[in-house]
């Protein structure tokens, strides 16, 4: 049973409504987002009306305010920011939605403002406004405003958008502008004289239309001809045309990239070309096709791909033969990601002992739960992954590790118990009498209980 001192919602009515008062009005003092909160309160009890002119208040302030917010009001300026646009959908929505749609529009269009002057390294006020956006598509389709209307609002935001917050509203408004509304918007973009390869938000802009209309041709007169030579490019407009059906068409656009010139590869780029050959009919050259970038890259949605289209039984083979191929891969960090990921636990402890000398301590994602996946079955690979995290802590001076790196070798210690025979590698004395000698003046890193 709850203690009467524990704060929770019975324990603080007991205290009455006047007591309440009075401690929230103390609570409140000096905080600013906490008394606009209990303005917004009282606000709802009058009406909706009196809500919306307390968010309207506070959006015009925020719009005027030039303040920079720093790290140490980042956290409470998004709060800020979300309990209005809470306030807009939960208080206002249900009861004026034509309003509440006009309130989310002003929230969004404080964007382009808000993030010049706020250092939002985290993504925390972000995230505030990308919620908005799906909120603004929401109310749009309860309040349904006029779909011309709502294509020149666009198109005046378009214009002036900086972080391409209003292309991605297009294909989520689309059924609240209708083809007129589309047509009206593409009109205006296009009768604007602005210089498109300068304006990324209008480019979007455009393509996001095309796709609503499923307009493969409009979408590719958005790319330069130089821009259909990448590969990212040419893989979302062979996509388009084979979702249109023009399975030649998507052949070609697929191979515009200069081989010489292609550099690094995408996976969108291979994946669409496989699936361009198999619309094809070249499902031999397609199966070819995975395998090879598999060798290359040791994708594994290529490998699978490669697998599910072999014979029954033919399969077991071919993994093993893809699996032996990962252990002489040039990367052996990249291979120890695709065997601990497979998961191929046995080879990715073969691989380790095999390739011991390439173990990059850098990499501690990786290398830290990969040693403790290892160490029930494979003490021995499990202690040189660690090892190799200990090394690099202490060759680099990386001080921040060391509590870490003693941690690994306290459990080097527990894992020594369990190997039979270190094969060519040091035993774990040898090892600690290595680490004493070249890094004996490490204090810290021997105070952390190493």
């Known amino acids: 049973m709850a203690s009467k001192t ?23 003092k000096g905080n600013a987002g906490a008394k606009r909160r209990l303005r917004l309160e009282l606000a709802s009890e009058a009406g909706s009306g009196d809500v919306a002119r307390e968010i309207s208040k506070r959006l015009s302030a925020i719009a005027r305010s030039r303040s920079f917010i720093d790290w140490q009001g980042r956290n409470a300026f998004a709060a800020d920011l ?46 505030v406004f990308h919620k908005a956006c799906e909120d603004l598509i929401d109310l749009a389709e309860v309040a349904a405003p006029n779909p011309l209307g709502l294509a020149d609002q666009l198109l005046e935001a378009l214009t002036d958008d900086d972080y391409g917050h209003y292309p991605a509203l297009i294909s989520g408004l689309a059924s609240v502008l209708g083809s007129e509304g589309l047509q009206h918007l593409k009109a205006g973009i296009t009768a604007s004289g602005i210089d498109l390869s300068d304006n990324y938000a209008l480019r979007m802009a455009l393509e996001q239309i095309a796709d609503v209309e499923g307009d493969a041709d409009a979408y590719i007169d958005q790319q330069s001809d130089l821009e259909r030579k990448a590969p990212q490019v040419a893989a979302e407009i062979a996509r388009r045309l084979l979702e249109a059906g023009r399975v030649e068409e998507a052949w070609e656009a697929i191979n515009a990239p200069d081989e010489k010139d292609r550099g690094w590869i995408p996976y969108e780029w291979e994946a669409t070309r496989i699936s361009v050959m198999q619309a094809m009919g070249q499902t031999e050259v397609a199966r070819d096709f995975m395998w090879a970038y598999y060798a290359r890259s040791l994708n594994a949605d290529h490998l699978r791909a ?48 095999n390739r011991a000398t390439e173990i990059d301590g850098h990499h501690y994602e990786l290398l830290g739960p990969a040693s403790d996946a290892l160490e029930d079955r494979h003490p021995l690979a499990a202690t040189l992954l660690k090892r190799g995290l200990i ?32 094969e060519q590698f040091e035993t774990h004395e040898t090892y600690l009498g290595g680490l004493e000698q070249s890094h004996g003046k490490k204090t810290s890193f021997w105070g952390a209980g190493a």
């Not at 524990?6 to 409140?28: F, I, P």
């Not at 206002?92 to 993030?115: E, K, M, Q, S, T």
């Open 306 to 353: 490669w697998l599910g289209g072999l014979p029954d039984f033919e399969d077991v083979e071919a993994e093993t033969r893809a699996l032996e191929h990962a252990l002489g891969f040039e990367s052996f960090t990249k291979a120890l990601h695709f065997l601990m990921t497979w998961p191929a636990i046995e080879q990715a402890a073969v691989l380790i002992i």
């Open 82 to 127: 979300d309990i209005q646009r809470r306030a807009i959908v939960s208080q206002v929505g249900p009861v004026d939605p034509a309003g509440a749609f006009d309130l989310i529009w002003r929230f969004v269009a404080l964007a382009n403002g808000v993030y010049e002057r706020c250092d939002d390294s985290t993504g925390k006020v972000q995230s």
């Open 391 to 422: 090394d690099f802590a202490l060759q680099n001076s990386r001080v921040k590790r060391y509590r870490h790196a003693a941690r690994h070798l306290r459990e080097c210690k527990n894992l020594a118990a369990r190997i039979d025979d270190f």
């Open 6 to 28: 524990t704060l929770n919602a019975k324990n603080l009515a007991a205290l009455g409504a006047e007591r309440l008062a009075d401690l929230l009005l103390e609570v409140t």
